[in-house]
């Protein structure tokens, strides 16, 4: 009798840093978990703009910020994803912009993740130190598992 526990397992990834380890990781889930779907998220971090209380919030990757705006970042997402995983089937590669921790809960419940592999992050922006961590938020509000990896 074969009981697949996590059909779908999410892995969000930040671009500009990617969490090799964690990717690492996921390789050996698929060889032993075999799920249906693996999905890997990159969510677009909105920073207050302190120059222009107008524009208070803004998407790091907006269009405005990094050349090509959220296409690029798909695409080096994409080759990204490509060069680890050319040969696992049924993945699929999803962004999307705003507060990452709820981005990434709302993702998992929509998409019907059983399983949300992250990775500790180093803090980068100056709120983030006055907030709990990205990982602790998903825990804390997330109804899929959750496996954080240092």
């Given at each position: 009798m074969n009981i697949q526990l996590f059909k779908k397992i999410?892995?969000?990834?930040d671009i500009n840093d990617p969490p090799l380890g964690t990717?690492?990781?996921?390789?050996?889930?698929?060889?032993?978990?075999?799920?249906?779907?693996?999905?890997?998220?990159?969510?677009?971090?909105f920073v207050p703009i302190m120059y222009y209380p107008e524009?208070?919030?803004?998407?790091?990757?907006?269009?405005?910020?990094?050349?090509?705006?959220?296409?690029?970042?798909?695409?080096?997402?994409?080759?990204?994803?490509?060069?680890?995983?050319?040969?696992?089937?049924?993945?699929?590669?999803?962004?999307?912009?705003?507060?990452?921790?709820?981005?990434?809960?709302?993702?998992?419940?929509?998409?019907?993740?059983?399983?949300?592999?992250?990775?500790?992050?180093?803090?980068?922006?100056?709120?983030?130190?006055?907030?709990?961590?990205?990982?602790?938020?998903?825990?804390?509000?997330?109804?899929?598992?959750?496996?954080?990896?240092?």
């Amino acid at each position: 009798m074969n009981i697949q526990l996590f059909k779908k397992i999410l892995c969000p990834v930040d671009i500009n840093d990617p969490p090799l380890g964690t990717i690492e990781f996921v390789r050996q889930l698929i060889n032993t978990l075999r799920p249906s779907e693996i999905h890997f998220l990159y969510v677009c971090q909105f920073v207050p703009i302190m120059y222009y209380p107008e524009q208070f919030l803004q998407p790091v990757c907006d269009a405005s910020t990094v050349p090509g705006g959220v296409q690029a970042e798909r695409h080096l997402l994409e080759e990204f994803i490509t060069s680890h995983f050319a040969s696992t089937p049924n993945i699929t590669v999803h962004i999307d912009t705003g507060d990452i921790a709820s981005t990434i809960v709302h993702y998992a419940e929509q998409s019907k993740i059983d399983l949300i592999v992250l990775e500790t992050h180093k803090r980068e922006y100056l709120f983030d130190l006055f907030s709990s961590s990205i990982p602790e938020k998903v825990i804390r509000h997330s109804k899929s598992s959750v496996i954080v990896l240092k």
